[in-house]
């Protein structure tokens, strides 16, 4: 409803569907307007840190983008040439972007280049296929209550939005919250994937979107997003640093696990003020990354997840921004390879360490700003009209 103006009748529409209807809708949201990209095309030695990337370390990433791209006319031609190009070393990946790809510096409608850039990972968890008395908190996969709509048919502008909701009589009400989910309210016995040994543990693993469940036997499980109950995400280091339980610099993902240690009693609340719940499926053993949102494998340290309404994913995106908690550059080709409910806005990059524990310890305190340029083919739309 929030990408509509004013004066639109479908918000007025869809608000009756979801007061009235049997139609499965999202729960209304607060009104914001999409973010408006400005693609400014410049020319590559505008790029500061271009020249001294390592090139080659992002060209196997971005032959895994290429398989979703080149189903995209855009892009074909370019995914096909680096196909047929041997194993690039670092100046022959360069001139290869730097002959296919047009660099364009992101910025928002107000002419803002810098934004924040946040970290993620895969983290592992100890778990159990059964729930034993050491593991009590399960991950579900997705409920068979839960109700989905594509509207994409009906209005192509919101193709990229799915609404959500659970039949109440001959009524569609929003589906179950985290605190109902939590204490029982949504029929989901049965539907228990793994059960893990920490109920904090768990919330990240939700945040993140995958990980990995070690278990009793010595084996290891992955997981991975399946389906979302349709509730806004919500930030509980906000809620922490708006009580005056933690400043700002304290709300790291490593903060906030240390806060839950030591008030046990407050934790369930503070999880619950995100309403926002995650289901999982079990994922095939693989030894490469957790599949993001284009369908390929992450790769740690070269795909980002970003706001796909402001950067086409898929596309090759150079980061310049600093390492967690410091001052020192961090200035790298990425791969545009995921999305996220937390990463929202034009210049706006979750930055994807890889698996275990010092990727999540990068991950846990990375919250910089950064500057972004996307790379698109020199035969788009926005190429052909903007040269730099």
């Not at 499965?24 to 914001?32: G, M, N």
């Not at 400014?40 to 271009?50: M, V």
């Not at 001139?95 to 803002?112: M, Y």
Request: glycine share 10%; proline share 8%; hydrophobic share 40%.
């Amino acid at each position: 409803l929030r990408y509509y103006p004013k004066n639109s009748l479908l918000p007025l529409f869809l608000l009756g569907l979801l007061t009235g209807c049997a139609v499965p809708i999202k729960p209304p949201v607060t009104s914001v307007p999409p973010p408006t990209a400005v693609l400014k095309a410049i020319d590559w030695s505008a790029i500061d840190g271009w020249r001294d990337n390592d090139a080659a370390s992002a060209w196997q990433p971005f032959l895994a983008s290429c398989g979703a791209l080149k189903k995209q006319a855009q892009w074909q031609a370019v995914c096909e040439a680096a196909a047929r190009q041997a194993p690039a070393d670092d100046t022959a990946a360069r001139v290869f972007f730097e002959q296919w790809l047009l660099p364009h510096q992101l910025a928002t409608n107000e002419g803002k280049d810098a934004g924040l850039v946040t970290g993620y990972y895969e983290p592992l968890l100890r778990g159990s296929r059964t729930r034993t008395g050491r593991y009590q908190f399960p991950l579900y996969t997705v409920p068979d209550d839960m109700l989905t709509i594509d509207l994409a048919s009906i209005y192509p502008d919101l193709k990229q939005y799915r609404l959500r909701g659970r039949l109440q009589g001959n009524r569609v009400v929003p589906y179950f919250n985290r605190a109902e989910i939590d204490n029982g309210a949504a029929p989901l016995a049965g539907k228990e994937l793994f059960w893990v040994d920490d109920a904090v543990e768990l919330f990240f693993l939700q945040i993140q979107g995958s990980g990995r469940i070690q278990l009793e036997n010595g084996d290891t499980a992955r997981v991975g997003y399946a389906d979302q109950n349709g509730h806004p995400y919500a930030s509980i280091g906000k809620k922490l640093v708006e009580r005056g339980e933690l400043t700002l610099d304290q709300a790291s993902m490593q903060g906030i696990k240390r806060w839950g240690e030591q008030n046990q009693a407050k934790l369930p609340e503070l999880l619950n003020t995100n309403a926002s719940y995650v289901f999982f499926r079990e994922l095939p053993p693989s030894p490469n990354g957790p599949p993001g949102a284009l369908g390929v494998p992450l790769t740690g340290g070269r795909s980002i997840a970003v706001d796909p309404r402001a950067v086409p994913l898929g596309a090759p995106v150079f980061l310049s921004t600093t390492h967690p908690n410091s001052a020192e550059p961090l200035k790298r080709l990425m791969l545009a390879q995921d999305t996220g409910g937390a990463i929202k806005g034009v210049v706006r990059a979750d930055f994807f360490w890889g698996f275990g524990e010092e990727a999540g310890k990068q991950a846990g305190a990375m919250r910089q700003q950064g500057r972004m340029w996307v790379l698109l083919p020199r035969n788009s739309d926005s190429a052909k009209t903007q040269k730099p």
